[in-house]
């Protein structure tokens, strides 16, 4: 199924004219917080090629990052849960109140959302779950393409400020480059200590 706006119409069809799309990126890295995103579109335009994030070249997210958060028609918000929230509340908790933070700042603009992946407690608002979302409604899509471009750059800043890890080009991911300077350098302070294998005393050990 191509990413459309199906999913919004339906609501349109029940009287519902504006739905927040909600998306997440940065779930599984080893370092860096968490981002969530929300996205209403006021009027069904979307960009030419959006879709997934994960689809999309790093160049072309780009182009369609700046198309949405300079849009009259777009309202957008994000919300960055840092590594200390990561570790004391657990990354899915963390990602919940990611979510729910960024939907609270576009709530005026609509009372319905579309969430990626499986329901999210608690939501303050109706919400429809889909499983691959981001793939497939371009309200998701959208916010996909917010959150991971927005991560990204903060990645892209931490690896200024830490340059032994090559955060700017794993963005904190487990690779094999990764965990090689991690164990050369140990944790530095935005490394998720509740992470294996960072929370792994003898990961360090067996140099």
């Given at each position: 199924?191509?990413?459309?706006?199906?999913?919004?119409?339906?609501f349109k069809e029940q009287g519902i004219f504006f739905v927040a799309g909600i998306d997440e990126a940065g779930r599984g890295p080893l370092a860096g917080p968490v981002v969530a995103a929300a996205v209403v579109f006021l009027k069904h335009r979307?960009?030419?090629?959006?879709?997934?994030?994960?689809?999309?070249?790093?160049?072309?997210?780009?182009?369609?990052?700046?198309?949405?958060?300079e849009s009259p028609h777009v309202a957008w918000s994000v919300s960055v849960q840092e590594v200390e929230v990561i570790d004391q509340i657990n990354i899915l908790q963390a990602t919940y109140r990611a979510m729910r933070d960024a939907?609270?700042?576009?709530?005026?603009?609509?009372?319905?959302?579309?969430?990626?992946?499986?329901?999210?407690?608690e939501f303050p608002a109706t919400q429809k779950a889909l499983v691959g979302g981001d793939a497939i409604s371009h309200s998701i899509a959208a916010a996909s393409v917010i959150a991971k471009v927005t991560r990204d750059r903060i990645m892209e800043d931490l690896d200024v400020t830490y340059p032994h890890y090559g955060f700017r080009k794993h963005k904190g991911y487990g690779t094999a480059e990764h965990?090689?300077?991690l164990r050369t350098h140990g944790p530095c302070p935005v490394h998720r200590r509740s992470f294996s294998p960072v929370a792994q005393p003898d990961f360090f050990s067996e140099i």
């Open positions: 199924m191509p990413c459309s706006f199906k999913h919004e119409r339906a979307a960009p030419k090629g959006l879709n997934d994030s994960k689809k999309l070249s790093h160049p072309k997210r780009e182009s369609i990052y700046k198309e949405l958060t939907y609270s700042r576009v709530a005026s603009q609509a009372s319905h959302v579309l969430i990626d992946g499986r329901p999210v407690p965990l090689v300077n």
